[in-house]
């Protein structure tokens, strides 16, 4: 059965860094589109960050220059490095695999960022 199991959530102050870590019990893992989403309380989820099979990357304007999203095929695992977190990056953090017509999401986990 296909698994995606997200870590690397906690809290953390301003300024302060996170990786997340999203590793896939999925067949063909190269193949896929990894994606980073995120849903702060009352808002919609929105892409945060993606990487293609043959690794191009793109991001929301917030997180540039911040995040960097890479992969490990070999590992089957998908990262999602945090530096200079700001408050209102505070959200369940979810991983997605896609490659058409299969789409799969971890549970998410929650990443807090206050002081």
């Known amino acids: 059965q296909e698994q995606l199991v997200e870590s690397g959530g906690g809290s953390v102050q301003p300024g302060g860094s996170l990786r997340l870590s999203c590793a896939a019990s999925v067949s063909g893992f190269r193949l896929y589109t990894l994606r980073w989403y995120r849903q702060a309380p009352g808002n919609q989820r929105e892409l945060v960050a993606g990487i293609t099979s043959g690794g191009n990357t793109n991001y929301r304007d917030s997180v540039k220059g911040r995040f960097t999203i890479s992969r490990d095929n070999a590992k089957k695992t998908v990262y999602l490095q945090m530096n200079s977190l700001k408050p209102e990056d505070t959200a369940v953090y979810y991983c997605?695999?896609?490659?058409?017509?299969?789409?799969?999401w971890g549970k998410g986990t929650l990443v807090t960022v206050s002081s």
């Open positions: 997605n695999m896609y490659l058409d017509p299969r789409n799969y």
